[in-house]
């Protein structure tokens, strides 16, 4: 029974804008006709694809396997056939393209055979694996892959689960939702990670602006035989980052640099037990996610939206936005980020579109100099002096924002919030430490070179006394005849000369083997070209 | 005045003795001055600088007998960075030895490749895979776009390919503001 | 064009916000300045405002910033009213139009602007003045219900563009020593405390009058704390120190040194406490680091207001301690979440 909370330092307390979406329940989406899945949903390896272009799969279909540990399954979310793998916008805050594969639904929505895992009965790694193959990641947005989080592990056995269902940050409201409407089974998920786990506490937080969640949860651990406290935590925004909430319920703190699990807590997003439940008891992989559409469009709400979709559909779906948009935000206002297209696909760390405009996000005007005023560091959930990385990020201070412990910044952006002088400061963080790991990685790179280098030297220094040793020997038999040299330069050089042959033959490629109409075709715009040369040359 | 004489001559063989004793006790291995400064290159070893690899420019430098703005791939900050080890004013990089370029890695078209072998000798590196007559290749990892190789292909197949921005190694920017025009 | 990334919402806040609530923080002290003194220090203010004004924007102008952001910014004109109303209020026109200038040229603009000064710029602008020019910033007027001659407003501005006097007057006659001053010179040739104070000069808490603008300034500091302008930290520390220092000294030897509320009382204590050591652009940003800091602004005040060469000595500890800003910040560095100590 926990008897007393604890407090975090800072935080703050934006319009929460929760009512516009949280009013209505979760509502389907027609299946689209296309569907772009990503293979970097998640944190870690790229999933390696299993399909080809061409290829017909099945809904659940498992599309690309994970690649190493810490890495998730890409699957179908309904049955068609592959058109395409290539590199596709995604939405990711670089606005770069990654590789995706394309399905063309073909409406039947036909599903693999599914089967309730017995996970009673099984060897835990096994159903770890199987948690692996089903692609189940942190789904609150970090989408770390959650099978690595529930490998028990002998050094630190995990004592206290937490579930996380505080949802702090504004706009954003489908954790309230699901918990609302599917309370059992998130606490059926709860009870097989618990299982895996060995943990003796279960905990679930939830933020004290959602009192009908928290009652439907209460509700649902009294249902079930699972010893779970559901504890209402004060609305303070970060309260929902793991750290902060793990803090707030045990009091403990997770030692920077480490995972909570060392600590003997592990944390979970309440869609994440969802979707454990879904896979274990169902047989079906993550291929939806409850997706809160708000902002400036028509009907808000919360959608079960198939991953793939694009946004500007599914915003349909909502009812299209306003004509007075200005982009569309994934996640929440205060660490999502602009989509670099309203034509990227909703991916499993899509838990919130808003759709953007001046007037609910007014334009900031011109940062003003620091006034070293502090308010900053008052707000600070990691209790960091953000006045003073800005001053080493802006002059590219790094060793000096490294000490000063940049790299324990959440980047949950109270410090812009409150600033006076409008500074954009959690941007400068972004970059200090973008800029740091790439240094970093830079050094690591150098030193290989360095040591493949020294490597290298040595072996030539090696090779060179050989030689010499073979040398002496030699020079006490006969002298070395130079025609071997000869013959050698002399196939060198007929090497040449066939390669530049090949040059010169393989540079049309392209233009081979086309049909006769191909072929007249080119000769065309040929002549066209060089007609059009001649003119310019005039 | 004896006393004094003595006293002095005695201070002097304690502490003679005592700075013996410590550049025994603490020997360094090797010239310090010289690691810091090839920590401090960037080890493309593409000998821009003159010198045939980093650690030879980090032994000149170290001597006195280069320049600090030798080294173009290091640039401006590797400037920086070595004024600042060896506590002299940074000066802009000597572009005699070449300018700064974005970061590239070595393409061998693997079609033209007629498998000499040249290449793989010239790679200060070993990130060059092939044997006689072999077709090569370059492992990207490992290739420090030293361009080394470029000029010894008989048959100009090696093209030095600029690393693209991809989702993994995409970096933030530093914030910039649009000016508005002074009221 | 909203935010360039997250996050897009922001408090409703500005630095002229900030500004301006400090200005309309000082108003209650003004009121009482007015009603104690006369309303020669109406003729400082705007003095000051418009010499800050000026400058700043000639500033401005030669260092090619944008105009308009730093002049409505409102800092210049929490600097130009700290200053004057440090000042005497009867000092002649080109004190305060000096003593502003040095501000905010040398002390503010020479320094990079706003956010970017390491010292006070009115204290600066203040201990140059007291240092260049001692008799000018001495002579204070009497409290209206002491003074034996009250000046109409119009003669308060002859006398402070003109120096001329109303025919009869001298300058004795409207001013007189400060208690502060009153009491180094007195405490000086041997005279005991409870005879220097029964002078009609000093008040029930500090000093006739000046008790009074202290405790309007101690209001407008509520409103600041209540607004979230400033921190408790250095007005509790400088004031509790100071007091600390004087109850210790008067409890030891009553006869020789000023009791705790004579000093919170007398002076720019008070201005000092809410006003000026809490600017933060030369103060300390760590919590432990602001108590530091006004802990060693009451001791250096109560130190040179004891034993110094001035009666005051609020502007002299602000910036020694400005100076130590740095160190204390560098030392004071909180313990960051999931970090041993």
Same mark, same amino acid.
């Given at each position: 029974?926990?008897?007393?909370?604890?407090?975090?330092?800072?935080?703050?307390?934006?319009?929460?804008?929760?009512?516009?979406?949280?009013?209505?329940?979760?509502?389907?989406?027609?299946?689209?006709?296309?569907?772009?899945?990503?293979?970097?949903?998640?944190?870690?390896?790229?999933?390696?694809?299993?399909?080809?272009?061409?290829?017909?799969?099945?809904?659940?279909?498992?599309?690309?396997?994970?690649?190493?540990?810490?890495?998730?399954?890409?699957?179908?979310?309904?049955?068609?056939? #592959?058109?395409?793998?290539?590199?596709?916008?995604?939405?990711?805050?670089?606005?770069?393209?990654?590789?995706?594969?394309?399905?063309?639904?073909?409406?039947?929505?036909?599903?693999?055979?599914?089967?309730?895992?017995?996970?009673?009965?099984?060897?835990?790694?096994?159903?770890?694996?199987?948690?692996?193959?089903?692609?189940?990641?942190?789904?609150?947005?970090?989408?770390?892959?959650?099978?690595?989080?529930?490998?028990?592990?002998?050094?630190?056995?995990?004592?206290?689960?937490?579930?996380?269902?505080?949802?702090?940050?504004? %706009?954003?409201?489908?954790?309230?939702?699901?918990?609302?409407?599917?309370?059992?089974?998130?606490?059926?998920?709860?009870?097989?990670?618990?299982?895996?786990?060995?943990?003796?506490?279960?905990?679930?937080?939830?933020?004290?602006?959602?009192?009908?969640?928290?009652?439907?949860?209460?509700?649902?651990?009294?249902?079930?035989?699972?010893?779970?406290?559901?504890?209402?935590?004060?609305?303070?925004?970060?309260?929902?980052?793991?750290?902060?909430?793990?803090?707030?319920?045990?009091?403990?703190?997770?030692?920077?640099?480490?995972?909570?699990?060392?600590?003997?807590?592990?944390?979970?997003?309440?869609?994440?037990?969802?979707? #454990?439940?879904?896979?274990?008891?169902?047989?079906?992989?993550?291929?939806?996610?409850?997706?809160?559409?708000?902002?400036?469009?028509?009907?808000?709400?919360?959608?079960?939206?198939?991953?793939?979709?694009?946004?500007?559909?599914?915003?349909?779906?909502?009812?299209?936005?306003?004509?007075?948009?200005?982009?569309?935000?994934?996640?929440?206002?205060?660490?999502?980020?602009?989509?670099?297209?309203?034509?990227?696909?909703?991916?499993?760390?899509?838990?919130?579109?808003?759709?953007?405009?001046?007037?609910?996000?007014?334009?900031?005007?011109?940062?003003?100099?620091?006034?070293?005023?502090?308010?900053?560091?008052?707000?600070?959930?990691?209790?960091?002096?953000?006045?003073?990385?800005?001053?080493?990020?802006?002059? !590219?201070?790094?060793?000096?924002?490294?000490?000063?412990?940049? %790299?324990?910044?959440?980047?949950?952006?109270?410090?812009?919030?409150?600033?006076?002088?409008?500074?954009?400061?959690? !941007?400068?963080?972004?970059?200090?430490?973008?800029?740091?790991?790439?240094?970093?990685?830079?050094?690591?790179?150098?030193?290989?070179?360095?040591?493949?280098?020294?490597?290298?030297?040595?072996?030539?220094?090696?090779?060179?006394?050989?030689? !010499?040793?073979?040398?002496?020997?030699?020079?006490?038999?006969?002298?070395?005849?130079?025609?071997?040299?000869?013959?050698?330069?002399?196939?060198?050089?007929?090497?040449?000369?066939?390669?530049?042959?090949?040059?010169?033959?393989?540079?049309? !490629?392209?233009?081979?083997?086309?049909?006769?109409?191909?072929?007249?075709?080119?000769?065309?715009?040929?002549?066209?070209?060089?007609?059009?040369?001649?003119?310019?040359?005039? | 005045?004896?006393?004094? &004489?003595?006293?002095?001559?005695?201070?002097? &063989?304690?502490?003679?003795?005592?700075?013996?004793?410590?550049?025994?006790?603490?020997?360094?291995?090797?010239?310090?001055?010289?690691?810091?400064?090839?920590?401090?290159?960037?080890?493309?070893?593409?000998?821009?600088?003159?010198?045939?690899?980093?650690?030879?420019?980090?032994?000149?430098?170290?001597?006195?007998?280069?320049?600090?703005?030798?080294?173009?791939?290091?640039?401006?900050?590797?400037?920086?960075?070595?004024?600042? &080890?060896?506590?002299?004013?940074?000066?802009?990089?000597?572009?005699?030895?070449?300018?700064?370029?974005?970061?590239?890695?070595?393409?061998?078209?693997?079609?033209?490749?007629?498998?000499?072998?040249?290449?793989?000798?010239?790679?200060?590196?070993?990130?060059?895979?092939?044997?006689?007559?072999?077709?090569?290749?370059?492992?990207?990892?490992?290739?420090?776009?030293?361009?080394?190789?470029?000029?010894?292909?008989?048959?100009?197949?090696?093209?030095?390919?600029?690393?693209?921005?991809?989702?993994?190694?995409?970096?933030?920017?530093?914030?910039?503001?649009?000016?508005?025009?002074?009221? | 064009?909203?935010?360039?990334?997250?996050?897009?919402?922001?408090?409703?806040?500005?630095?002229?916000?900030?500004?301006?609530?400090?200005?309309?923080?000082?108003?209650?002290?003004?009121?009482?300045?007015?009603?104690?003194?006369?309303?020669?220090?109406?003729?400082?203010?705007?003095?000051?405002?418009?010499?800050?004004?000026?400058?700043?924007?000639?500033?401005?102008?030669?260092?090619?910033? +944008?105009?308009?952001?730093?002049?409505?910014?409102?800092?210049?004109?929490?600097?130009?009213?700290?200053?004057?109303?440090?000042?005497? /209020?009867?000092?002649?026109?080109?004190?305060?139009?000096?003593?502003?200038?040095?501000?905010?040229?040398?002390?503010?603009?020479?320094?990079?602007?706003?956010?970017?000064?390491?010292?006070?710029?009115?204290?600066?602008?203040?201990?140059?003045?007291?240092?260049?020019?001692?008799?000018?910033?001495?002579?204070?007027?009497?409290?209206?219900?002491?003074?034996?001659?009250?000046?109409?407003?119009?003669?308060?501005?002859?006398?402070?563009?003109?120096?001329?006097?109303?025919?009869?007057?001298?300058?004795?006659?409207?001013?007189?020593?400060?208690?502060?001053?009153?009491?180094?010179?007195?405490?000086?040739?041997?005279?005991?405390?409870?005879?220097?104070?029964?002078?009609?000069?000093?008040?029930?808490?500090?000093?006739?009058?000046?008790?009074?603008?202290?405790?309007?300034?101690?209001?407008?500091?509520?409103?600041?704390?209540?607004?979230?302008?400033?921190?408790?930290?250095? /007005?509790?520390?400088?004031?509790?120190?100071?007091?600390?220092?004087?109850?210790?000294?008067?409890?030891?030897?009553?006869?020789?040194?000023?009791?705790?509320?004579?000093?919170?009382?007398?002076?720019?204590?008070?201005?000092?406490?809410?006003?000026?050591?809490?600017? /933060?652009?030369?103060? +300390?940003?760590? /919590?432990?680091?602001?108590?530091?800091?006004?802990?060693?602004?009451?001791?250096?005040?109560?130190?040179?207001?004891?034993?110094?060469?001035? +009666?005051?000595?609020?502007?002299?500890?602000?910036?020694?301690?400005?100076?130590?800003?740095?160190?204390?910040?560098?030392?004071?560095? +909180?313990?960051?979440?999931?970090?041993?100590?």
């Amino acid at each position: 029974m926990i008897e007393k909370l604890f407090k975090f330092h800072g935080g703050v307390h934006p319009p929460e804008h929760k009512a516009e979406s949280a009013a209505t329940p979760i509502r389907p989406v027609p299946m689209p006709a296309r569907l772009v899945l990503p293979l970097r949903q998640h944190i870690g390896n790229v999933a390696k694809v299993k399909v080809a272009v061409g290829d017909h799969v099945l809904k659940g279909q498992q599309l690309a396997a994970p690649e190493g540990m810490i890495s998730a399954a890409v699957h179908a979310p309904t049955s068609g056939t #592959v058109v395409a793998i290539d590199e596709q916008l995604i939405p990711h805050v670089s606005g770069l393209p990654d590789l995706c594969i394309t399905l063309q639904a073909d409406g039947e929505d036909r599903w693999i055979e599914r089967e309730p895992l017995d996970y009673e009965d099984m060897e835990k790694t096994a159903v770890i694996e199987a948690l692996r193959q089903a692609g189940v990641v942190g789904l609150g947005g970090a989408t770390f892959p959650t099978h690595v989080k529930l490998r028990a592990d002998p050094r630190h056995p995990v004592k206290t689960l937490i579930l996380n269902g505080a949802e702090c940050e504004p %706009f954003i409201t489908c954790d309230d939702r699901l918990m609302r409407e599917r309370a059992d089974e998130i606490i059926r998920g709860l009870q097989i990670m618990a299982y895996l786990l060995d943990a003796e506490c279960c905990l679930v937080g939830i933020e004290d602006n959602k009192p009908e969640a928290a009652q439907a949860m209460r509700t649902a651990c009294a249902r079930s035989a699972v010893p779970v406290e559901v504890v209402l935590v004060p609305t303070l925004y970060p309260g929902g980052g793991a750290k902060q909430l793990i803090k707030v319920l045990t009091g403990w703190e997770v030692p920077s640099g480490k995972l909570p699990s060392e600590i003997g807590v592990q944390c979970f997003n309440v869609a994440t037990a969802y979707a #454990v439940h879904r896979f274990i008891d169902h047989g079906e992989p993550v291929i939806s996610r409850i997706v809160t559409v708000t902002g400036k469009v028509a009907r808000p709400g919360n959608f079960e939206v198939p991953l793939g979709m694009a946004i500007e559909t599914l915003v349909q779906a909502a009812g299209g936005a306003a004509p007075d948009i200005d982009g569309f935000i994934m996640g929440g206002p205060m660490m999502g980020f602009k989509l670099p297209s309203p034509r990227v696909p909703v991916v499993k760390a899509t838990n919130c579109i808003i759709a953007a405009s001046p007037d609910l996000f007014p334009p900031q005007p011109l940062p003003m100099p620091c006034i070293r005023c502090a308010r900053c560091a008052d707000v600070c959930p990691a209790n960091l002096q953000p006045q003073e990385l800005y001053w080493f990020a802006k002059s !590219q201070n790094f060793e000096k924002a490294r000490d000063y412990h940049l %790299f324990d910044c959440i980047e949950c952006g109270c410090c812009s919030y409150v600033c006076p002088s409008h500074i954009p400061l959690v !941007q400068y963080y972004r970059y200090a430490k973008s800029e740091i790991i790439a240094l970093d990685r830079a050094k690591q790179a150098a030193n290989l070179a360095r040591e493949r280098n020294q490597l290298r030297l040595a072996r030539i220094e090696r090779e060179k006394q050989e030689r !010499q040793a073979r040398h002496a020997q030699k020079a006490m038999g006969a002298k070395t005849d130079t025609a071997a040299d000869e013959a050698k330069k002399a196939i060198i050089a007929a090497a040449i000369e066939r390669a530049k042959a090949q040059k010169a033959a393989v540079t049309p !490629q392209n233009t081979d083997h086309l049909p006769p109409e191909a072929q007249a075709e080119i000769a065309r715009i040929e002549a066209r070209r060089s007609q059009a040369m001649e003119q310019q040359k005039e | 005045m004896v006393s004094a &004489l003595l006293v002095m001559v005695g201070l002097g &063989l304690v502490l003679g003795a005592l700075l013996g004793y410590a550049s025994i006790k603490f020997r360094v291995e090797g010239d310090p001055l010289v690691d810091k400064i090839d920590a401090i290159l960037p080890q493309t070893q593409c000998g821009q600088c003159g010198y045939p690899g980093c650690r030879p420019y980090a032994a000149a430098i170290a001597k006195g007998e280069a320049d600090i703005n030798q080294c173009p791939p290091g640039g401006e900050a590797g400037v920086r960075a070595l004024a600042d &080890l060896l506590g002299v004013e940074p000066k802009p990089l000597n572009t005699a030895h070449g300018v700064p370029k974005p970061k590239s890695v070595a393409v061998i078209d693997e079609n033209l490749c007629i498998g000499c072998t040249l290449c793989i000798q010239a790679c200060p590196v070993d990130a060059i895979l092939g044997a006689a007559k072999q077709m090569h290749t370059v492992i990207a990892s490992e290739c420090t776009g030293c361009e080394l190789c470029v000029a010894p292909c008989p048959v100009d197949c090696i093209t030095m390919v600029p690393i693209p921005e991809t989702v993994s190694n995409w970096k933030w920017r530093y914030p910039v503001f649009e000016i508005k025009a002074v009221s | 064009m909203m935010a360039m990334a997250s996050p897009y919402l922001s408090e409703q806040t500005s630095v002229s916000m900030i500004m301006r609530k400090v200005l309309l923080a000082l108003v209650p002290g003004i009121a009482a300045y007015v009603w104690v003194y006369g309303s020669g220090i109406l003729v400082s203010l705007l003095l000051a405002s418009v010499t800050a004004l000026v400058s700043e924007a000639v500033m401005l102008k030669l260092r090619g910033r +944008p105009l308009r952001p730093f002049l409505l910014d409102g800092s210049a004109l929490v600097t130009a009213w700290l200053l004057a109303l440090a000042l005497p /209020p009867i000092a002649p026109w080109w004190l305060v139009v000096v003593g502003t200038l040095f501000a905010i040229v040398v002390a503010k603009q020479l320094y990079g602007g706003l956010g970017y000064n390491p010292f006070n710029p009115a204290m600066v602008g203040y201990a140059v003045l007291l240092i260049s020019f001692p008799v000018a910033m001495t002579q204070w007027p009497a409290p209206l219900e002491l003074a034996q001659a009250k000046l109409s407003l119009l003669d308060q501005l002859r006398y402070i563009f003109g120096r001329v006097l109303p025919s009869g007057l001298t300058v004795d006659a409207i001013s007189s020593a400060t208690p502060l001053d009153t009491l180094k010179t007195q405490l000086k040739l041997h005279h005991g405390m409870a005879d220097i104070m029964a002078a009609p000069m000093f008040g029930t808490l500090g000093t006739k009058g000046g008790e009074i603008v202290a405790g309007a300034y101690l209001l407008g500091g509520v409103y600041l704390l209540w607004q979230r302008i400033i921190t408790w930290h250095v /007005p509790v520390a400088f004031l509790g120190m100071l007091a600390l220092l004087a109850s210790g000294c008067h409890l030891i030897d009553a006869d020789r040194y000023a009791g705790p509320l004579f000093h919170l009382f007398s002076g720019a204590a008070m201005l000092c406490a809410f006003f000026i050591a809490t600017d /933060p652009v030369s103060g +300390p940003t760590t /919590p432990k680091g602001k108590l530091i800091f006004g802990a060693g602004i009451g001791i250096l005040t109560w130190v040179i207001r004891t034993w110094g060469g001035y +009666p005051d000595g609020v502007a002299f500890a602000v910036l020694l301690m400005n100076i130590c800003v740095p160190l204390i910040d560098a030392y004071t560095q +909180p313990r960051v979440f999931g970090h041993e100590k």
